[in-house]
C-alpha cells in the first residue's frame, strides 16, 4: 500500500470502527438534557443491536433493521423512564442494572438462535449487505487523501452525523429544545410554567435510547453479524457516557469528541500499518504495547473531566443542574 | 356574592400525612384589590397558595375562580385560570437568558427560536412598566431582578390573580418601596393581588384586607383600615407580645475580637471590604448596617476562615487568627452562622436530620471511629425545646422544615457549641414576628453571658433597638461606628449610602479601634483612658 493511502484507510477506519459512539453519545446528550442520567447506554445499544440485526436479516431490509433497532431501544427507554420518572427509582442504579439487563437480552437471544441453528449469517442477506455498502458522495469523495477517509461511507455513518446536526440544532434553536433544557435544568421552574415534565421526559428519554439502539445496530453490521463470546458494544456504551462530558452536552461537539476519541482507538487498529509507511516518524508507534492503546480512551476521558471541570464555571458548562435529580412536584 | 371574587377558597384541608398543614381555610379576594395573607412561620401559606398555583391538591375543599368551581391539578391548569405565583425560591432557570425563562411557557410559539423573542419580551415587559433586559443571564441577576423577571413572567402569562410569596424577604427598602409602587398600579388595573409578609408594616401598607392564618387554621380575615399591629399580632400568634426589642445593660469585656485594616476581596477579585477596623467586646451586640451586598458575606467568611483576606490583621484575645483554619477558629470559640438570601445555602445539610446536623459540628468531640448518636439526638432534643422548633422529630430532614424553624435550628446548634465570638448575618431573615424576637432574645441571652455578637441586620428599626453600637459599611468602607441609642434612622440611611463618613469624626480616635486593644502596637488608643466607649 502507498504511504498516502495508510493515511487515506486510517481516516476512514477512524469513523467507521467509532460511529457507534457518536450515536450513543447523542442518544445520550438528548437523555441527560432531560436531567436523566441513564447509565445504561452499553445495554440500550446491546438491546438495539440483537433485534434490528435479527429482524433486519429475517426482512432483508436495512431500514426495518434500523427502525426495529431504534423502536427495541427506545423499548429500554421506556422501561427506564417508567422506573426513574414514575416510580422514582434511583437512576444510577436504574442505568446500571438497564446495562446489565441489555448484555442479558443480547446474549440470551443470540445464544439462543445458534442453538437452534436458526442466527442469520449477514452475507445471505443481500440487501443488508448491498445497504450497508459504502456510498461515495460525487465529487468530495474524489478528493486526494481525505475524500475517501471523509467522504464514502456506508449509509448509516452519514445518518449518525446528521442526526447529532439535527440534535444540536434542535437544543439550540428550536423551542421543544429549549422546554427540554429547561426540564434538566429546573424541572420546578419548568413545571411552574406549564411544562409538562414527565411528558418531556418520557419522550426525550426514548428517544435518545432510540438513537443509542441505531448505534448498535451499526456495531453488529460492522462486524458482519458474527457472534461470539464478546457482546458487539463491547464497551462503546460506557466510553459514550464519559464522551457526552468530553462534548460538555452539545451534539455538535459530540462529532469532535468521536473524532478525538476514535484517533486513538483506530490507532490501536492501524498503528503497525502507519508505523511500516512511515518507520523514520512513526516507528515507535509498532513498539507501544496493544494494551496502552486500549487503555488511551479512558486514560484521554480522566484527562478530559479534569479540563471540564476546570474550565467548568457557571453558564460555561452544559451539564443540566438537575441531571440525576428525580423530580416530585410535591417534593417539600 | 360569589360571582365578585376573583378567587374563593372555601373549607380547604391538606394533610401530609398525620399532619393537617390547612385546615378548613376559607380565603377570598376581589379583582382590584390587595390581600395580605399573614400568619407564622409553617402556619400554612405556602400550602395554601400552592394549592392555587397547582402544586398540591386539596384533599378537601372547593377553589372557585370568578364565580367558577375549578379544579386546578397543575401548574398549567393555574396559568390556564389566569393565577401567576410568584414562589420564596424563584422557579427560574439560571442559565437562560429573561426571555427564554418566560418564552419556554409560551404556548404557540412556534417549532423554532427566533432572535426577535427578545424585542417582543422586551416590549411587554415595558408595556406593564418594568424594566428587564432580556438577553441578560438569571445568574447574573441581582436577586430584585430576578423578581421582577417573575413578575413579568406570569403577566405575560396573563395572570389576572397575582400571588406573591414573601417578596420582601429578600429586597431593599427601596426595592420594597419600587414593588408596592408596581402592586398598586396592578392593583388599579383590576389585577387581585394576594401577597405572603411576615412584615406587619408592609401588610398595613399595602393591603386591603388580612387573611390570618395560625398552625393551619384560618382565624378571620379583616380590613386593613380598621385594624393594627397589635391586633394582628395577637390574631396570629394567639396571645398577646411583646413588640419591644430588649436590650439589656451588661458589663463588657476588654476587646474579644478585633479586626484592623482588613482588606477582602469577593470570588471576583474586586474589593469587597476596604480597610475596615472594628472590635466586638464581650456583652455587647455590634451591629453591622450596609445596603445588600456590600461586603458583609465576605466579612462574615473573612472572620469564620473561610475566606482569604488579602490584608489587614484579625486577633482574637490577643491572639492571631489570620490564616487560621476554619477547625482552629472554631475552637477558639468563634462560632458563624450566615442566612443567606435563599435561606438554605449555608451552614446545614438539607437532606439530613436535626440530630446528624447536630453532629456535624460536635463529631470531633467522641472518640473512636462510631458516631454517637444518643449525644446528637440530646443535643437535637435540647434545641428543639430551648428554640421551640416545630418539627415532627429529631430524625426529620432539615429542607422539611419551615424557613424559621430551619434558621432556629442553625441558631441553636452555633450556641450549644458555647462560643464567646457569635456572628450571625440575617439571622431572621424571613422568619415571623415570633421566631424573630425568640432569635433576639437567644442573642441578648448571650450578650447576657458576656458572648461578643456581630449582628449583620437588614432592619434599621431592628438593629437600632436591639444592638449596642452599629457599624457602617458602604462600598466595603467603613462609614463610622456609631451608639444605637444615640443615632438616628436617617443617620444610619445616609451614611449606608455615603453621604455621610463618620469614620474620621474624632481626630484622636480613629472609628473601630479599641482605646483598651490588645494589639501591641497600639496606635490611637490610652489618649485619655477615661472611657472605653468613643463618643
Redesign the interface.
Given at each position: 500500500m502507498d504511504k498516502l493511502g495508510v493515511i487515506t484507510s486510517f481516516i476512514h477506519n477512524i469513523l467507521v470502527f467509532n460511529i457507534p459512539l457518536l450515536y450513543g453519545t447523542v442518544g445520550e446528550i438528548i437523555v441527560e438534557k432531560s436531567g436523566s442520567l441513564n447509565l445504561g447506554v452499553e445495554g440500550t445499544m446491546a438491546v438495539g443491536a440483537i433485534f434490528g440485526y435479527i429482524v433486519g436479516c429475517f426482512t432483508n431490509n436495512l431500514l426495518v433493521g434500523i427502525l426495529v433497532a431504534f423502536l427495541a431501544s427506545a423499548l429500554c427507554g421506556l422501561l427506564f423512564a417508567a422506573l426513574t420518572v414514575s416510580l422514582q427509582a434511583n437512576q444510577n442504579i436504574t442505568g446500571l442494572t438497564m446495562s446489565i439487563f441489555g448484555v442479558g437480552v443480547y446474549f440470551f437471544l443470540g445464544r439462543t438462535l445458534r442453538a437452534a441453528d436458526a442466527w442469520p449469517m449477514m452475507n445471505d442477506y443481500e440487501n443488508i449487505k448491498n445497504g450497508f455498502a459504502d456510498i461515495p458522495i460525487p465529487g468530495l469523495s474524489e478528493i486526494p487523501v481525505v475524500g475517501h477517509g471523509f467522504f464514502n461511507h456506508n449509509i448509516l455513518i452519514y445518518l449518525g452525523i446528521a442526526i447529532a446536526i439535527a440534535a444540536w440544532w434542535y437544543l439550540?434553536?428550536?423551542?421543544?429544545?429549549?422546554?427540554l433544557?429547561?426540564v434538566g435544568?429546573?424541572p420546578?421552574?419548568?413545571?411552574?410554567?406549564?411544562?409538562?415534565v414527565k411528558r418531556m421526559k418520557y419522550l426525550h428519554i426514548c428517544l435518545g435510547c432510540g438513537i443509542m439502539g441505531i448505534g448498535g445496530y451499526y456495531m453488529g453490521l460492522n462486524m458482519t453479524g458474527s457472534f461470539n463470546s464478546e457482546c458487539w458494544i463491547n464497551g462503546y456504551g460506557w466510553i459514550a457516557v464519559a464522551l457526552v462530558i468530553f462534548a460538555n452536552w452539545n451534539p455538535a461537539l459530540a462529532i469532535v469528541g468521536t473524532f478525538v476519541f476514535g484517533f486513538f482507538n483506530t490507532l490501536r487498529v492501524s498503528g503497525s500499518s502507519l508505523a511500516a509507511a512511515f518507520p523514520e516518524v512513526l516507528g515507535w508507534l509498532a513498539h507501544i504495547p496493544t494494551q496502552l492503546y486500549q487503555a488511551l480512551p479512558f486514560i484521554i476521558t480522566a484527562v478530559v473531566l479534569v479540563i471540564s471541570s476546570i474550565r467548568n464555571k457557571?453558564?460555561g458548562s452544559g451539564l443540566p443542574?438537575a441531571l440525576g435529580a428525580n423530580y416530585f412536584?410535591?417534593e417539600? | 356574592m360569589a360571582e365578585s371574587y376573583a378567587i374563593e377558597m372555601r373549607g380547604i384541608t391538606k394533610r401530609?400525612g398525620s399532619i393537617v398543614a390547612n385546615n378548613n381555610v376559607n380565603l377570598n379576594v376581589k379583582p382590584g384589590e390587595i390581600l395580605a395573607l399573614l400568619g407564622e412561620n409553617g402556619s400554612g401559606k405556602t400550602t395554601l397558595m400552592n394549592m392555587l398555583?397547582g402544586?398540591?391538591k386539596p384533599d378537601d375543599g372547593e377553589i372557585f375562580v370568578n364565580g367558577q368551581p375549578v379544579s386546578i391539578d397543575?401548574?398549567?391548569d393555574a396559568?390556564?385560570l389566569g393565577i401567576g405565583?410568584v414562589?420564596q425560591h424563584f422557579?427560574?432557570?439560571?442559565?437562560?437568558s429573561a426571555a427564554?425563562?418566560i418564552?419556554?411557557?409560551k404556548?404557540k410559539?412556534?417549532?423554532?427560536?427566533r432572535k426577535n423573542r427578545y424585542d417582543d419580551i422586551e416590549q411587554i415587559a415595558n408595556q406593564f412598566g418594568f424594566e428587564l433586559d432580556p438577553k441578560k443571564?438569571v445568574?447574573n441577576m441581582a436577586v430584585s431582578e430576578k423578581q421582577t423577571l417573575e413578575i413579568v413572567?406570569v403577566l405575560y402569562?396573563g395572570a389576572k390573580i397575582l400571588i406573591l410569596d414573601e417578596p420582601t424577604a429578600v429586597l431593599t427598602a427601596q426595592e420594597i418601596r419600587k414593588l408596592f409602587d408596581v402592586l398598586r398600579t396592578m392593583k388599579e388595573a383590576g389585577h387581585a393581588i394576594i401577597i405572603i409578609t411576615h412584615k406587619l408594616n408592609e401588610v398595613l401598607e399595602i393591603s386591603d384586607r388580612v387573611a390570618i392564618l395560625r398552625k393551619g387554621e384560618y382565624i378571620t380575615t379583616v380590613d386593613t383600615a380598621s385594624t393594627n399591629e397589635q391586633a394582628l399580632t395577637e390574631w396570629m400568634v394567639g396571645r398577646k407580645v411583646d413588640l419591644n426589642i430588649d436590650r439589656p445593660q451588661v458589663e463588657t469585656t476588654r476587646p474579644l475580637l478585633e479586626v484592623r485594616d482588613l482588606t477582602i476581596e469577593n470570588d471576583e477579585g474586586a474589593v469587597a471590604i476596604d480597610n475596615v477596623n472594628f472590635y466586638i467586646r464581650g456583652g455587647e451586640i455590634l451591629g453591622v448596617a450596609g445596603i445588600a451586598g456590600c461586603g458583609q458575606k465576605e466579612l462574615c467568611e473573612a472572620i469564620a476562615g473561610l475566606r482569604p483576606i488579602k490584608s489587614g490583621q484579625m486577633i482574637h484575645k490577643g491572639d492571631n487568627i489570620v490564616g487560621l483554619t476554619p477547625k482552629a477558629i472554631l475552637e477558639k470559640g468563634i462560632s458563624m452562622s450566615f442566612i443567606p438570601e435563599d435561606r438554605l445555602g449555608m451552614g446545614l445539610a438539607p437532606s439530613m436530620s436535626i440530630t446528624e446536623n447536630m453532629l456535624l459540628k460536635n463529631y470531633r468531640e467522641v472518640k473512636g471511629p462510631f458516631v454517637d448518636r444518643k449525644s446528637g439526638r440530646a443535643a437535637a432534643e435540647q434545641v428543639i425545646k430551648d428554640l421551640e422548633v416545630v418539627t415532627p422529630s429529631t430524625e426529620t430532614p432539615v429542607?422539611?422544615l419551615s424557613g424559621g424553624n430551619v434558621q432556629k435550628v442553625l441558631l441553636g446548634r452555633e450556641i450549644k457549641a458555647g462560643p464567646n465570638v457569635i456572628i450571625t448575618a440575617y439571622p431572621v431573615r424571613g422568619l415571623d414576628i415570633n421566631s424573630s424576637y425568640m432569635i433576639y432574645n437567644i442573642l441578648n441571652t448571650q450578650k447576657k453571658n458576656g458572648v461578643g455578637v456581630l449582628f449583620v441586620g437588614e432592619d434599621l428599626d431592628v438593629m437600632l433597638s436591639l444592638c449596642d453600637k452599629i457599624l457602617v459599611l458602604c462600598h466595603g468602607k467603613l462609614m463610622g461606628v456609631v451608639h444605637a441609642h444615640k443615632t438616628t434612622k436617617e443617620e444610619l440611611g445616609l451614611m449606608m449610602t455615603g453621604a455621610l463618613d463618620l469614620s474620621e469624626k474624632y481626630e484622636n480616635k480613629p472609628a473601630g479601634v479599641a482605646k483598651d486593644t490588645l494589639f501591641t502596637d497600639a496606635k490611637g488608643g490610652e489618649t485619655d483612658g477615661t472611657s472605653d466607649h468613643e463618643a
Open positions: 439550540k434553536h428550536s423551542k421543544p429544545g429549549l422546554r433544557r429547561a435544568e429546573n420546578g421552574a419548568a413545571d411552574s410554567v406549564g411544562i409538562n457557571r453558564g443542574a412536584r410535591e417539600r | 401530609f398555583s402544586i398540591y397543575s401548574p398549567e396559568k390556564r405565583m414562589h422557579k427560574l432557570v439560571d442559565v437562560f427564554d425563562n418564552w419556554m411557557g404556548e410559539a412556534g417549532f423554532v427560536l443571564k445568574y413572567k402569562y429542607r422539611r
